[in-house]
């Protein structure tokens, strides 16, 4: 993976939370407290400057009452997936 396609995957990341977050009528300092994350780092990941772990995802999918999966099972693209499990 190129650094630049990295930098696109944390800015989609990034913008994802912040519509996220937003949908849920929450600020910036409503879900840090919640997801228990430092503000400023919280803005950082928001605006891709940020990596974001999958611990720190995990924390801000539950302070948003969502979780984190990799893949959807209902998608029909995967049902041959479903055949190895």
Do not use: N
Not at 2 to 21: C, F, N, P, S, Y
Request: zero cysteines; glycine letters at 4%.
């Amino acid at each position: 993976m190129t650094e630049e396609q990295k930098q696109a995957t944390r800015d989609r990341i990034g913008r994802r939370i912040a519509a996220l977050r937003k949908f849920a009528g929450m600020s910036q300092d409503q879900l840090s407290e919640k997801a228990g994350l430092q503000r400023t780092h919280l803005s950082r990941i928001e605006s891709g400057k940020y990596a974001i772990t999958i611990e720190t995802l995990q924390a801000i999918a539950e302070a948003l009452d969502m979780t984190v999966d990799l893949v959807e099972p209902s998608l029909a693209d995967l049902a041959r997936l479903q055949r190895l499990e």
